[in-house]
């Protein structure tokens, strides 16, 4: 069974850069499925961030694709997530996950990340 | 970008009672819909994909349907352990994305 833990800073200073990464064990980022993040800011609902292929190819939510990047090191077998110019509303729990082919059907717990001003 | 919209936001039903949640998207989606359970601290985790799919685990009561711009999750019979909030997702359209609806909170009455 794939496992994703999520990993990186609890604070980020408001126009700064938000970086995560996600360990995946239990499977390769190599094998067919698309890889991805998801937000969930305090009360509030799911909101897709974007995915990766491990061929490079990636898509994003199109009100976030001027300041995210997703990237994946095959050889570490991790992806990771970067958002630019952060504000508090980027506050949220950041979540990784894998989509196949029966959904979107493993999920990190997630880690909260908050902006400071 | 496609929005779903999900209704009613709040179901407030006993346990036995029969669940019916509603997934509305705003152009065809075909049957590219997933729904997602979600617990308080805990991720979401899939009950249904492709629409009526129950994914691995997923116990019998629950059941989805539809296609095109409307989708329904049906949980037979509730349990205590169904109580929580759940999403609709889908992955359609062009370029790439995917969207979840606002979610319906399914409480104890």
């Known amino acids: 069974q794939v496992q994703l833990q999520e990993s990186g800073p609890g604070l980020v200073k408001s126009s700064g850069t938000l970086s995560l990464t996600c360990a995946v064990s239990?499977?390769?980022?190599?094998?067919?499925?698309?890889w991805i993040w998801v937000r969930q800011p305090p009360g509030k609902g799911l909101e897709w961030i974007g995915e990766?292929?491990?061929?490079?190819?990636?898509n994003y939510n199109p009100s976030l694709t001027s300041r995210v990047t997703i990237s994946a090191d095959t050889s570490k077998n991790q992806f990771s997530l970067k958002l630019t110019s952060v504000s508090a509303a980027d506050t949220a729990v950041y979540y990784c996950a894998r989509d196949s082919k029966a959904g979107i059907d493993s999920w990190g717990q997630g880690t909260l990340v908050s902006v400071s001003s | 970008e496609i929005v779903l919209t999900q209704s009613p936001a709040t179901l407030s039903l006993s346990p036995g009672e029969r669940a019916t949640l509603s997934c509305r998207a705003s152009q065809s989606v075909d049957t590219y819909v997933a729904w997602f359970q979600q617990k308080p601290g805990l991720a979401p985790r899939l009950v249904i994909y492709d629409a009526s799919n129950r994914a691995t685990d997923i116990p019998a009561r629950f059941s989805g349907s539809g296609s095109g711009t409307d989708f329904t999750l049906t949980i037979s019979s509730l349990e205590p352990e169904d109580f929580a909030v759940y999403y609709c997702?889908?992955?359609?359209?062009?370029?790439?994305?995917?969207?979840f609806g606002g979610g319906t909170k399914v409480e104890i009455k």
């Open positions: 997702q889908q992955r359609s359209g062009w370029p790439p994305a995917a969207t």
């Open positions: 239990g499977g390769f980022i190599s094998s067919n499925n698309w």
């Open positions: 990766i292929y491990h061929s490079g190819s990636t």
